[in-house]
Structure formats: structure tokens, C-alpha cells
């Protein structure tokens, strides 16, 4: 009789532990919620709800890196625990957005120990014997958080890279050498998550001649195969397709008719279906204005080939906002003025590339019609997909060069150019005649590349030419793999920190980009003061802001581009990915 009571005691007081917990983690009280999930799995380690919500209050407070384990055994102990799937889901997406991929991957000690052996060996392979032997490739395939941010994204760690290429080389002379050993189910899994990787960053990964001549024996295996309508093996194909796209096989849309296990029924979506699905959306999309200008010509070849930037995931916005409150919120002090749009609001994205931005705005500000309009059709044919993906039905996409926009007829309440200007001929004369379309007391979110901060890009162009680089994809791997050869402290390495370096056609922008001028701040006052722009505030990381601030106290607004000159003379790499902020036209 004791022990029922003091179980249901202790039951009663688990549950109000837990409706203390949740009730501060709602309120914000997160350290305490913190506090409280722990309590109750200390009296109740078998509580799936528990660890979910521990994992929760740590995400809210910036620890979302340890949260993660706690979402893992939430949902060992109730498998089927959708809320605590999707928590996961979310923080992993967010944290594969900020960066953080390699330092999980890193985290599990045989991926580690593997990373480790690859450094030393590189430019050389992890020897295939080895990656086979023991079980290590089975092992690494039990990493789901491995098999997640490979199949969903751009892993940009030069470690991690040298890691992946050896055991792509390890996977090929396999299937070539040893083509009737069947993988298991998660290790053929893996195959094809690194196969969407390699998908993802364009093959940018580097090949050695024996590679190549694998490579060659293998394709035209699975060539000869499918031009005889022959089984092939399926691990044979996804160890192709970390080399080269599944779509550049002959008759590859076969394949989809075909039943495949899952694993490869996925990639098959990545790499011949979306693709096949961007070509005809591609074709059906309008053409606002004539392309005949010579810089612009050469800058659309380069993203018809290379469509920039590939993404694969998005963050989806809690609410949606009005754009001047959004404003308002980022940066209080701003002496901007609202609009005060009452129906809907007109935005046009210039120079939309192959979607991501757009995405964003478009679900992120409230009541906000989009026209998004990019040179490149290949750009926009992938940014169309991802928006009939994500359901958005408020953008319309078309392809235009901004340099004559002021001729198709259309006025717009705010303007979103970032990354575009600075690749045309004249992006001053682009800039006004964007200012010309623009209604009196609009917004502009304008993105321009720094003169300061791009000086070791103009260090690396000269690297380039001293070498004689090609623009190739070949070239452009052969470039990166010298680049990794240098020691640590030349400086054209400092490109390997730059999140574009790990994906063909974000390097190619980075180094190998067929136009491009920068600005300095100086000039971009003038030009505000010009053309009746006021200067709201910066799209800037909160380190550097709180900096600013320290250095220039008086300076609430964070707004004085003087100030702003002299801080990035003091700090070069405070605009290293570029200049992008937000102005008002005057009334």
C-alpha cells in the first residue's frame, strides 16, 4: 500500500515538475525550464516529453548543439514522437544555415579519428582497404546526423571535404573492382547521401588521374547497360553519381520508371526529375526586356552554366510582418519614415538569382506582391521549383536586365537588389536606374561589394593569372586543390574561410567571376546623398554592430557612414561578404 502511494506521489509531483517546466520555457524563464526538464529526469529518465522539452529550452538559449542529443532520446524512447521529429527537423535546418554541419559531424569520435587520417594523407586517399576493412563504412553510415546535413546541405569545411573525397575514392574503386558485393541498406543509403552532396556543391571535390579512369570504366559500364535496357546494380549507380549528375546519363529519365530502394528513389528526384521539372519551367517563364549589353551577356552565360547560389533548405518564419515594421523592430533608432501601405505592397527583387532571398522575403514580409527577375533562365527555372515547392503563389518570376527595367512600365513600393550591381559595367547607373522605379518614401535593400574588404579576392585573381587557371570546372578544382597545398599562412587560404569556396558555382563567383567593381563607403554616401536616399541601417552580424557601437557611443542609429569608413579601415573584414543595407527614397 506504501509503495502505490509513494508512486503516485511521485508520479503527481513529475507531472507538476513538468507543467512548471513547460509554463517557464513558454514565459521565457528558459534557465529555469532548463532547470526543471532536468529535475523531472532525474526522478523520471524515461520521459520522452522531458527530453523534448529540455531540448527546447537549450535550443532557445543558444545551445542548440546540445539540445540535439536530447531531441535523439526523445525519440528513441517514443520512435513515433512527430513533435520531437520535427523540433529536430527545424533545429537541424537552422544550424546547417549558421554554419555549424561540420563541428556535429566532427563530433562522433569515429568521423573524427577518420577527418583526422584524411588531413595527413591529403592530397593523397584514404587507402579503400582501410575504409572498408573493420566496418568503418558501415559505421560512418549510422551517423543520421551525417546522412542529414550530406542529403540537405553545402557542407563547407575543408577538413570535412578532404574527409568525403578520400571516401568517394574508396566507394569507386569498390564498385569498380568488387562490383557483385552488395552493400547494406544503410550503407547504400549513405552512398546516395553523399552522391545529393556532391549534387549539391557542383562536384566541386577534387579528382586524382586514377580516379578518373575509374570513373570512365565505370560510366561506360552503366552506359552500355542502359542503351541495352540491363539491370544495373543500384550501388553501381549511386557510386556514379558522386562523380557526375545521374541527368547527364543518356536516357536517363528510364531511371524513374524503374522501382528503386527509397534511399535511391530520393536521389533519383535530385538528380533527374527537379532537374527535368527546372527545364520546362524554365521555358514557360516571360522575358520583360531584350538582353544585348556586353557585360551582362557574359555574366548570363556564366549563371546559365553555373546557376548561383544552389540551395537546398530555408528557414520557415514563425509570422509575417509588414515590411516597415520589420524595419522598425531591426533598427529602432532609424530616423525612416512609413509608408504606410494599407493593400498590398509591391517588391521587386532585381537580380533574383536562383531563388533564395526571394523565398525569404516572400514569407517573412506580410501582403507583399513579388516580381523576381534575373538574367538567367537556368537561375530562375531552379528559384520557380523551389517556390512551387515551398507553395508560395505570390511570385512571379521573369527574366530581365536591371539595366532596363525603367522601361517595362512598372513602379514598386520596395526594391531588394543585393550581390548584382557590382557585376555590371557601370553599377552606379544601374543603381539610379532602379532609384527611377522606385515610389517616393520606398525601401531599398541594396547589396555591394566593399573595396576594402575584397582585397584578398584581389590577391587570389592575381594567383589566378600568375597560374594561368582556366575557368572550367576542371580548372576550378585544380585551382581550389592548390590553393588547399599552400601553408596556412598565405594569404590566398584566407578564400578557404569563405562559406563560396565549397560549391563550383559559388567559387566560380568568388575567383573566377567574369565581371566584377567594388565600392568604398565614401562613395556610396555621395551617391546616396544624390539621388534622395536616406540610410535606415545595416544587414549586419550583432558582433559587429556591438563593436560599432562601443567605438562610436553617440551614434544611436549605428547610421553615420563616416564612422562607419573609418571602423572598416580599423576592421577590413567587417563587410567581407558585402555591403548590404536599407535605404528610403525621400518624399
Known amino acids: 500500500m ?4 509513494n508512486a503516485a506521489k511521485q508520479s503527481t509531483s513529475s ?18 525550464a532548463e532547470q526543471n526538464f532536468l529535475a523531472m529526469l532525474a526522478a523520471e529518465p524515461g520521459s520522452a516529453d522531458a527530453e523534448h522539452g529540455l531540448a527546447l529550452a537549450l535550443v532557445a538559449q543558444g545551445k542548440a548543439i546540445e539540445g540535439l542529443g536530447h531531441f535523439q532520446r526523445a525519440l528513441a524512447l517514443r520512435p ?41 594523407a591529403w592530397p593523397g586517399r584514404l587507402p579503400a582497404t582501410e575504409l572498408f576493412a573493420d566496418g568503418k563504412i558501415a559505421e560512418i553510415a549510422k551517423d543520421s546526423f551525417l546522412l542529414f546535413f550530406l542529403g540537405s546541405s553545402r557542407l563547407r ?3 570535412i571535404e578532404q574527409f568525403l573525397t578520400g571516401v568517394r575514392a574508396a566507394i569507386l574503386k569498390r564498385a569498380v573492382n568488387q562490383p557483385g558485393e552488395v552493400p547494406s541498406p544503410p550503407v547504400l543509403a549513405f552512398y546516395c547521401a553523399l552522391a545529393r552532396q556532391c549534387f549539391i556543391n557542383e562536384y566541386v571535390f577534387s579528382q586524382t588521374g586514377p580516379e578518373k579512369e575509374l570513373l570512365a570504366a565505370l560510366r561506360e559500364r552503366i552506359t552500355s547497360a542502359l542503351a541495352a535496357g540491363t539491370a544495373m546494380p543500384v550501388h553501381l549507380l549511386a557510386a556514379l553519381a558522386t562523380y557526375v549528375p545521374l541527368n547527364a546519363l543518356p536516357a536517363a529519365e528510364t531511371l524513374l520508371q524503374k522501382p528503386w ?7 533519383l528526384i535530385q538528380q533527374v526529375q527537379e532537374p527535368l521539372q527546372e527545364r520546362q519551367l ?7 526586356t531584350e538582353i544585348d549589353d556586353a557585360v551582362s551577356l557574359k555574366v548570363q552565360s556564366q549563371y546559365e552554366e553555373n546557376p548561383y547560389p544552389r540551395w537546398v533548405i530555408t528557414s520557415s518564419p514563425s509570422k509575417k510582418t509588414k515590411i516597415e515594421d520589420y524595419l522598425r523592430a531591426k533598427f529602432p533608432h532609424a530616423a525612416f519614415k512609413p509608408f504606410g501601405r494599407t493593400n498590398a505592397v509591391d517588391l521587386l527583387v532585381a537580380g533574383c538569382g536562383t531563388g533564395q532571398l526571394v523565398m525569404g522575403m516572400a514569407q517573412v514580409f506580410q501582403g507583399v506582391r513579388v516580381l523576381a527577375v534575373d538574367l538567367s533562365r537556368a537561375s530562375l527555372g531552379y528559384a520557380k521549383r523551389m517556390g512551387d515547392m515551398l507553395g508560395l503563389i505570390n511570385i512571379e518570376f521573369a527574366q530581365a536586365d536591371i539595366l532596363k527595367l525603367p522601361m517595362i512600365g512598372r513602379k514598386f513600393d520596395a526594391i531588394s537588389t543585393t550581390g548584382v550591381m557590382h557585376h555590371m559595367a557601370d553599377p552606379l547607373a544601374a543603381w539610379r536606374g532602379l532609384v527611377s522605379i522606385l515610389q517616393p518614401g520606398g525601401f531599398m535593400h541594396v547589396g555591394l561589394y566593399s573595396e576594402i574588404a575584397r582585397h584578398d579576392v584581389s590577391e587570389a585573381w592575381k594567383f589566378i593569372a600568375e597560374r594561368g587557371y582556366g575557368k572550367s570546372a576542371d580548372e576550378i578544382r585544380r585551382c581550389r586543390e592548390d590553393i588547399f597545398a599552400l601553408p596556412k599562412d598565405a594569404p590566398i587560404r584566407q578564400a578557404t574561410l569563405s562559406p563560396d569556396f565549397y560549391s563550383l558555382s559559388d567559387c566560380r563567383d568568388l575567383l573566377f567571376h567574369e565581371h566584377e567593381l567594388r565600392l568604398t563607403l565614401p562613395q556610396i554616401k555621395r551617391f546616396l546623398a544624390d539621388n534622395g536616399l536616406e540610410f535606415i541601417g545595416w544587414d549586419i552580424e550583432e558582433s559587429f554592430l556591438k563593436k560599432y557601437g562601443e567605438e562610436f557611443p553617440n551614434d544611436k542609429a549605428k547610421s553615420n557612414l563616416d564612422h562607419w569608413h573609418a571602423f572598416e579601415e580599423k576592421y577590413p573584414f567587417v563587410f567581407a561578404h558585402m555591403y548590404k543595407f536599407w535605404v528610403q527614397k525621400r518624399v
Do not use: C, H, W
Open 282 to 288: 524554365r521555358e514557360r517563364l516571360p522575358r520583360l
Open 80 to 120: 513515433s514522437f512527430t513533435e520531437a521529429f520535427n523540433s529536430l527537423a527545424q533545429t537541424l535546418f537552422a544550424l546547417a544555415e549558421r554554419g555549424f554541419a561540420a563541428e556535429i559531424i566532427k563530433r562522433n569520435p569515429a568521423i573524427a579519428r577518420l577527418v583526422e587520417q584524411a588531413k595527413k
Open 261 to 267: 530502394p527509397p534511399t535511391f528513389q530520393a536521389l
Open 157 to 159: 569545411d575543408a577538413e
Open 2 to 5: 506504501n509503495q502505490k502511494s
Open 15 to 32: 507531472s507538476e515538475l513538468f507543467a512548471k517546466a513547460v509554463q517557464q520555457y513558454q514565459s521565457g524563464q528558459l534557465r529555469l
